[in-house]
């Protein structure tokens, strides 16, 4: 059966959006447990766990400005999520991202995402999060020479969205996969303001 150009495009995009990348984040929807939850992480790969040094890292943002994690961190807590423009449960936490750049960001906290759709998306995640009006920090995760993410498995990251708070001093304060309620987070960046 001889396959048309359009076609084979399609069934080439559904494949890519339906099936997980080998090795990679997988997106999931769902409202996080109360109370601890693990992030799952692959096989090799270990979540970064409430009390643990949050393994630092340089990465440029969709704008070409480079972002280093350890030097921000000592100057105020910073909230990480890794998400992908093409998770639909990614894109909801995003908003939420968004609230609390707006109400904490540049003077208590600052507000991150790393963007798990790699280098070779960079413009398109550019102009996405210009659509968006996303005005924190978005940075693009890479693979690196053994074809891992550089941040996002050093973060033990196996689902997105997955969301971090990294206290003031570079500790990780809490962690958590999946769609997150915005008082859960409220309550947890509110506790890392206190100290």
Known sequence: MRVSGKLRFLMLAAAFFLLPPAGGVVAVERESAPGPHPVAAGEG??????????????????????????????RKPVLLVFWSMFCEPCRAEMATLQKFHDRYGGRELTAVAVAVDGEPLRNTLGGFVRQEGYTFAVLVDGLDAREMWKVADAYGVAEIPTLFLVGKGGVVAFGRAGRIREEEVEKAVSSVLKK
């Open 45 to 74: 790969i270990r979540p970064a766990e409430p009390g643990s040094v949050a393994p630092d890292f340089t990465l440029v943002d969709v704008e070409g400005r480079p972002f280093h994690l350890g030097e921000e961190a000592a």
